[in-house]
């Protein structure tokens, strides 16, 4: 019963306009959100800045507070938003599985800078990087990273996009795997039970520097 009344509770704010708050939403979820017709989870490890921002941009979009909890076993937050009605509202900006996410129309179109900066900030946040020369994002989604290039290019920065030819499941072509490893400054693996991963022995082969757990 409970969980029913989570479900069918209504947002205490008018929601209809796009802001900066809900572009960050639309940016987090097309970065590495998972979100369908009856709730949205996300799942961030260690990062508890990212997620309580995340969390406050729905109480500022709808006016509903979504307390996210700290999930021991993987050592990450975990944000649960059920309310059926946010999920229709953000759902109609398109869709956001990893193969099918776009930059929604209305932000592509948007002429507001801040609405911009928002949505490729929810993306660089969930599923991006920054080296000491760069700020990095993947996808396995060519047409998705094609609007975050176009977007940044409105902003006046340059991108470089290489699409490696990585298949999901099977990873890189070996013969490719010297150029991405050397695009990198530093190999970070905060994993604390692989024990040694074959990207630490790959990293170290192209002259990479490792950044390792001692567990």
């Known amino acids: 019963e409970e969980l029913r009344e989570r479900k069918l509770k209504k947002p205490t704010k008018k929601f209809s306009v796009l802001s900066p708050e809900k572009a960050y939403i639309l940016g987090v979820l097309c970065?590495?959100?998972?979100?369908?017709k009856k709730a949205i989870r996300f799942e961030i490890r260690k990062d508890e800045e990212f997620i309580k921002k995340f969390s406050g941009c729905f109480k500022e979009v709808y006016g509903l507070k979504f307390n996210y909890y700290y999930y021991k076993k993987r050592n990450s937050f975990v944000l649960y938003v059920s309310p059926e009605i946010i999920c229709r509202?953000?759902?109609s900006y398109g869709k956001f599985g990893c193969f099918e996410w776009k930059v929604p129309?209305?932000?592509?179109?948007?002429?507001?800078?801040?609405?911009v900066c928002n949505f490729l900030r929810g993306?660089?946040?969930?599923?991006?990087?920054?080296?000491?020369?760069?700020?990095?994002?993947?996808?396995?989604?060519?047409?998705?990273?094609?609007?975050?290039?176009?977007?940044?290019?409105r902003l006046g920065?340059?991108?470089?996009?290489?699409?490696?030819?990585?298949?999901?499941?099977?990873?890189?072509?070996?013969?490719?795997?010297?150029?991405?490893?050397?695009?990198?400054?530093?190999?970070?693996s905060s994993t604390t039970g692989e024990g040694w991963g074959i990207t630490t022995t790959e990293s170290m082969s192209c002259g990479i520097p490792n950044i390792l757990t001692d567990f």
Not at 31 to 36: A, C, T, W
Not at 162 to 184: A, C, H, N, V
């Open 105 to 115: 129309k209305e932000i592509r179109e948007s002429d507001d800078t801040n609405i």
């Open 31 to 36: 970065g590495d959100g998972y979100i369908n």
């Open 89 to 91: 509202d953000l759902l």
């Open 157 to 188: 920065i340059e991108g470089i996009t290489r699409f490696t030819g990585m298949k999901f499941w099977w990873g890189f072509p070996e013969e490719d795997l010297r150029e991405i490893y050397q695009i990198s400054d530093v190999h970070a």
């Open 123 to 153: 993306i660089y946040d969930s599923e991006g990087c920054v080296t000491r020369s760069s700020i990095m994002t993947s996808s396995s989604n060519k047409e998705g990273i094609r609007g975050v290039k176009f977007l940044l290019k």
